[in-house]
């Protein structure tokens, strides 16, 4: 099993910055976590896939939406995966879930963190 635990949500103004981390654990954490990413869920909306990396390195994925405003990034001795959210706009507001998974998937989710941007 593979535990994720996410911190660093909160409210925040338009234009303003929020940093989100993902702590993972878990006895088979390296064959279990080939893909670490963060997802966000906002009401009424389907789940997205707002950027991903992979523990062994290579190009991160963004999602469109969020490209050069979110930078994502991680610390493979402590476990830990960054979200550095620049630019903020009231359209990024809904729970962010920290996700993963073996290469290709994605299959353990944290609690999620809420992240609300005012107008």
């Known amino acids: 099993q593979v535990q994720l635990v996410e911190s660093g949500g909160g409210l925040v103004q338009a234009g303003g910055s929020l940093r989100l981390s993902c702590a993972a654990s878990?006895?088979?954490?390296?064959?279990?976590?080939?893909?670490m990413g963060w997802f966000r869920q906002a009401p009424g909306k389907e789940r997205e896939l707002v950027a991903g990396i992979k523990w062994s390195g290579g190009s991160p994925y963004y999602a469109d939406s969020v490209k050069n405003r979110f930078t994502i990034s991680r610390d493979n001795a402590k476990k830990y995966v960054y979200l550095q959210m620049n630019s903020l706009k009231p359209e990024d507001t809904a729970i962010y879930y920290c996700?993963?998974?073996?290469?290709?998937?994605?299959?353990?989710w944290g609690q999620g963190t809420q992240v609300t941007v005012s107008s």
């Open positions: 878990g006895r088979t954490f390296a064959s279990y976590s080939a893909n």
């Open positions: 996700a993963a998974g073996p290469v290709g998937t994605y299959i353990y």
